[in-house]
């Protein structure tokens, strides 16, 4: 250890007031990194201006943005110094491999410098161990690494880290206490503990707990005699290291020696320096200070051992009585009033109804001040706030399990997805949980009141783009541009008005058919949003499909009860709120979902409804079915089903067009349907969500679709066709069709390998059956794809046949058996589709209704119906958490082909 | 990161061609064995412990053979022995051959960083081979030197006249310790300890030392370790499977540092600051599953990937989850809080509920936010709670974690399982 001798001569300091004056000026290496960004400016304002300017290479000229004006930034030190700049202490941010290079920078090219403060973590020995000794021979004092740096409470001043937090006026009390810490978390929590006993500080450090401490135990102590203004002082200290060995001092101090129960542990955590061995571990650190202090024992609550010298504690809540006794000793009062205690104060709490005992089911307390009123302020705020990131190729609403080839969306399997409605996967989608038989009630209205497009120019609109050979996902984006913002501004306002309204009214759900609006008090202005003078049609007409139906919205209620004549649009935002809100009040989704929530119903309604020609549409009736029917009592996959396949559907038809488009939602976030879906909000900047065009992304997820991606289902159903064509099959659902699979499974294979085999011999690509085989799925003796294994058992245990599925297992085991394939192929996820939508159109297709071009564009559009779902969920998920055009890829990652 | 033993010691040494004694792998041969015997007339059998395991000879765990059968046998005998010392046990995988150096003199050599004169430091005796704590001070050299010039000659020199060593033994250590040096602040050594180093006879006439036993320390923050490709399972024992994920999060933005504690235990407590983790280790013991510090103003996505991380190895067992913290500097809580409370929501929808009461205490930036995003979490989640903001002593948060692991413990987990509508 070193001497009193050695103690000057190793340090400047000769006082603690000497440490962070009103006078250092400070120049900071990294000071455009991540910590010194948020850092820096609240120091330099609390300290009155004191950073003279910063270093980071390659962006000289560059500024850091503080309250007090701007921080310039230059290149390295030498440039700020020849601009004129004089500083005097060094604060280094740098990453750890740099900070070695980053002192010797500063004392070499400064020899003004004379402090040096080190914040980052991780720095190595042997650089610390350099440091030591270049800093010696400069006569250089040096703060860290790995600590939060210095404070002084009488000058306002803070030089280097973040004591006393983003505020530190409000821990960094002027008073007589210095503290010296191992913690830089702990030199913070100890003054605010402090000041509960009344204690104030003057000077407030962080030495690190590296290996190698520069401003050591026994340099503060010296400092600490020679400081007039601090009448004692708290040590935080930690075990390792000799540091602490023969100190002097002449002033009372409290020492707070932890780690006892460390010594167990064999590497340090956190504090790479508090590891101590046989001969500085915490008990050893302990009876240092006993000596010091000349105290026999350790101070608590029930046995206060202290003398005039001080006291030793083991526990940071003893140090202000601790502190108030060894005072009272020397006939000194605390600093000023105790401002709050320590006691057990639980600001939020909730037993869940458990029986607990009386001292975990504590009385909750207010906040202290300013906490009480942010809170009160921030739950104000309605829905959840994401954090902005860069999303391409990320997805928070869907994501496809590698292994098992199987998506999840909000968390379900698709597999699960499907024996859901395409109303509750809609809703799943958006408010990332499946909803209940009201929320359907209620959504299925709202969308059964937008497919019929009699009389909208919009439906001439698809009926020429249709005509023009476009492909059916064209036709849809066509009608989906025409649902622009405009469109759905009015109800959007709605969703605003009765999140004002009932955000702070306790209503927790939006079927809460007993909650009071009475007490719900609307101004004017909001009801002007809501209501007109005149009778709206089709406001009516949804209120009435409503009652019809059974549905029970407080909202709606509430536009009821305003005594004139609700809107459309207000209706329709009525509905989609009832629906958000519980997930809106548990901060599950953002306002800004609960607020596009109608577009999203209407572009469902328009997608379904824009896939039949204008020929459909009539003024009372949709395919032939009364609009008062389908406002009144259907669903939209019943609708949906009713717009593909012309012919209302039974139960048992339903069933099988629902599993189809709720297998076919999403393929997670790297699919191309999705990356259109998030390339279009990318590019509308999500970072201002109310700009995004829903109806856009709509179309981006649209045209990233085409005859590979989506229509590629038709090649199953060609095949299948191909081989059912000839036979006299009606009914695709009978297992009694007295059709001879097996012969017409062995027949294909053979000739599927003799062609194999001629193709091969001249060189030819052998083409694939479609629905057989696939990359993940394939090498076992008999490979399934677990989605198949899943919906073949869900049948069957519905006792529903499809033949088609039927011969596609027939055929892998018939194409193995005669030595075609190497071992059993899967029948994969495509070949269920098919052979569920053929099932379906069979009928129609054997009488002649639908010709091939027909049953092609079905099966298309019956994919655009189900990837709706799934890419709605991503298009709200980037717009509430992606960054302005983050889907954009780096130049460096793009090549050139020649 | 320890390496102890002469099977790595003695690749180390000869980057710095720095004498030692012959030694044979595992692999060997039994040829090559017995020419060993043939050459130095007697051979040692000491086990291969991974890590930093000392105190073999005296645990007698070091076997000796002037014959291959004797050899074999001892072979066989430490070949999976187990050594205990301290807390640590350590099981031995294979054994080294290792020539037996008959010398007059031993020399023990340690280099350190000495916290007592903040440079690093030379400890040498030429009365080696024993416990040097067993030693009096008059025969044990201390020396601290300057980093930017090495350990020197003149230092060794007059290190031994201080000493009094035999005269025959400077030169030659003068000539060969100052190797040592380079191999201790080249590689990113925190410590490096020969013991002994034997003077030995290699040619008539003059001694060389031979180093016979090798330990030494290394710096996981020093990026210098990496120029020696030391095999990367050569420090796995020191890590148990979730601290090695854990550790391949250790940036320097951010810490990642965990320690398994008890992994039996019901307390899962993740930590902010060094401080808090002393504070927080001290008092819980036993009842916590890991010591860990998380602090230093993690980003968003490392935050989560630490949770979810420490929620996949020991939510299951936990009865309290217990977050705990000083008031933060600079560790921004909204963003650390929110990370944290997402994972505990991803994990509930991944795997189910688990029954866990959930303590927090904290301080620090955006805190209102940070506090009110757990809360509304784990009113969603339906677990029970309290919040204790900074203003409420840490040791008695820790207190109340406790008495809610024991409340738990005596019924409240099964309780709360049957409410979640799950097996406790």
Partial sequence: ?898 | MNISGMLYGSKLLDIVEFPRTEVLGPESSNQQIKELIARHGEVFIKPIFLGGIGKKGKAGLVGRAKDLKTALKEKERLYFVEHKVGNNIAKANGVTFEAAIPAEHEIYLSLTDSTRYRAPTMMMTHVGGVDIEALPKDQIAEIPFDPTTGLKSFVITNALADLKAPREIISPLAQNLPKLWDLFHHYGMTTLELNPIRMSQVKPGSLTPLACDFKCGFDRDDPRVRRLNLPSDLFAVDYSDFEQEINQLRTYQGQSDVSVINPNGTILAPTFGGGANSLVTEFLGDDAIISSDFGGNPPYQKMREVMRICLKHWLKQTNVLFIIGGKANNTDIFVTFRAMADALREYFSNHGPVPIYVVIGRGGPNLSRGLLTFKDVLEQLGLPYRIFAFDSAMTDVVRYAQAADKWMKAGGREMLAKQLGIAA
Avoid at chain 1, 199 to 204: C, D, H, P, R
């Fill in chain 1, 1 to 898: 250890m070193d001497n009193d001798q050695d103690v000057k001569l190793s340090t400047n300091i000769r006082s603690l007031a000497e440490l962070a004056t009103p006078t250092d000026r400070v120049c900071v290496l990294n000071i455009l990194g991540n910590e010194s960004r948020t850092v820096t400016p609240i120091s330099h304002s609390y300290s009155g201006g004191n950073v003279v300017f910063g270093t980071a290479p390659g962006k000289q000229g560059k500024v850091l943005e503080t309250p007090l004006g701007n921080v310039p930034v230059y290149d390295n030190v030498r440039e700020g110094l020849d601009a004129g700049h004089a500083f005097n202490v060094g604060v280094v941010y740098l990453p750890p491999s740099a900070v070695r290079d980053g002192v010797i920078e500063l004392v070499r090219v400064n020899p003004e410098c004379k402090k040096i403060i080190i914040l980052t973590e991780k720095v190595p020995v042997h650089d610390s161990r350099i440091i030591r000794s270049r800093a010696r021979l400069r006569k250089v004092d040096v703060f860290g690494a790995n600590c939060l740096g210095i404070a002084d409470a009488w000058n306002h001043i803070r030089i280097g880290g973040a004591l006393g937090g983003d505020k530190p006026e409000e821990t960094l009390k002027k008073g007589s206490v210095a503290i010296y810490s191992n913690s830089g978390n702990f030199t913070t929590t100890i003054a605010s503990y402090l000041m509960a006993a009344g204690w104030g500080t003057t000077t407030s450090i962080s030495s690190g707990k590296d290996v190698y401490i520069h401003f050591a135990p026994v340099e503060f102590t010296y400092a600490l005699d020679n400081d007039a203004r601090s009448k004692a002082a708290v040590m935080y200290i930690e075990p390792g290291g000799y540091y602490e060995q023969n100190l002097k001092l002449n002033k009372p101090l409290v020492a707070c020696v932890v780690g006892r129960w460390k010594s167990k542990l064999t590497r340090a955590v956190g504090h790479a320096g508090a590891m101590g061995g046989s001969g500085d571990n915490a008990e050893a650190k302990e009876k240092w200070f006993q000596d010091l202090l000349q105290v026999d024992g350790i101070y608590t609550p029930e046995n206060p051992i202290c003398t005039t010298r001080g006291a030793l504690v083991t526990n940071i809540a003893h140090i202000p009585e601790a502190l108030t006794a060894v005072m009272k000793l020397h006939g000194v009062e605390p600093d000023f009033a105790p401002q709050g205690d320590l006691t057990l104060k639980p600001w939020f709490g909730n037993t869940q109804g458990l029986p607990v005992p009386p001292e975990l089911d504590l009385p909750l307390v207010d906040p202290i001040q300013p906490y009480k009123d942010q809170i009160a302020e921030l739950s104000k705020q309605v829905g959840a706030i994401f954090p902005r990131e860069a999303m391409k190729d990320r997805s928070g609403s869907s994501l496809m399990d590698p292994k098992t080839q199987v998506t999840k969306v909000s968390g379900v399997s698709v597999l699960d997805a499907a024996g859901y409605p395409l109303e509750s996967n809609y809703c799943l989608a958006l408010l990332h949980e499946h909803n209940d038989a009201n929320d359907n009630a209620l959504l299925n209205t709202a969308i059964a009141c937008d497919v019929n497009l009699h009389g909208n120019p919009l439906i001439d609109l698809v009926d020429t783009v249709r005509a023009a050979g476009n492909s059916p996902n064209t036709v849809l984006s066509t009608a989906c541009a025409a649902i622009g913002p405009n469109t759905i501004n009015n109800a959007r306002i709605a969703v605003d008005t009765f999140m004002e309204l009932f955000g702070h009214s306790g209503l927790m759900q939006g079927d809460h058919s007993d909650f009071n609006i009475a007490n719900i008090e609307t101004s004017p202005e909001q009801i002007k949003h809501l209501v007109t003078d005149t009778p709206d049609p089709k406001a009516e007409a949804m209120l009435a499909g409503l009652a019809a139906r059974g549905a029970k919205s407080v909202f709606v209620d509430y536009l009821k009860s305003l005594g004139q004549h609700p809107t459309a649009d207000a209706v329709l935002a009525a509905i989609t709120t009832s629906i958000a809100w519980n997930a809106l009040m548990r901060k599950k989704i953002t306002r800004t979902t609960a607020r596009n929530l109608p577009w999203y119903a209407r572009l469902m309604s328009v997608i379904i409804g824009a896939a039949v020609g204008s020929d459909k549409h009539q003024k009372d009736s949709f395919c032939g079915v009364a609009n008062i029917d389908l406002i009144n009592k259907w669903s939209a996959t019943e609708i949906a089903y009713l717009a593909l396949l012309g012919e209302t559907p039974t139960p048992e038809k339903l069933f099988p067009f629902q599993v189809l488009l709720g297998l076919i939602i999403s393929n997670g976030p790297g699919t191309i349907s999705a990356q259109g879906a998030k390339g279009a909000v990318s590019a509308d900047g999500p970072e201002t969500p109310e700009r995004v065009q829903i109806n856009k992304a709509m179309i981006g997820f649209m045209t990233h679709t085409g005859y590979s991606h989506g229509g590629n289902g038709y090649e199953g159903i060609q095949f299948l066709i191909e081989r059912f064509a000839n036979t006299d099959l009606q009914d695709a659902g009978k297992a009694n069709h007295g059709i001879d699979l097996a012969t017409m499974s062995k027949e294909y294979a053979l000739a599927f390998g003799a062609e194999k085999k001629a193709r091969k011999s001249v060189g030819d690509a052998v083409r694939n059956i479609p629905g057989i085989n696939h990359p993940i799925f394939k090498g076992q003796l008999v490979n399934k794809d677990p989605r198949e294994v899943y919906l073949s058992e869900l049948f069957a245990k519905r006792g529903e046949f499809n033949i088609f599925h039927a011969f596609y297992s027939s055929l892998v085991q018939a194409l193995y058996d005669n030595g075609i394939t190497a071992n059993v192929f899967c029948v994969n996820i495509d070949a269920v589709i098919a052979a569920l939508l053929l099932k379906l159109l069979w009928p129609r297709y054997r009488s002649g209704d639908f010709s091939e071009a027909a049953l092609e564009s079905a099966a298309f559009t019956a994919f655009l119906f189900g990837r709706t779902v799934g890419c709605a969920g991503e298009i709200d998920d980037h717009t509430n958490r992606g960054r302005n055009m983050d889907t954009r890829t780096a130049a460096s990652k793009c090549s050139f082909v020649s």
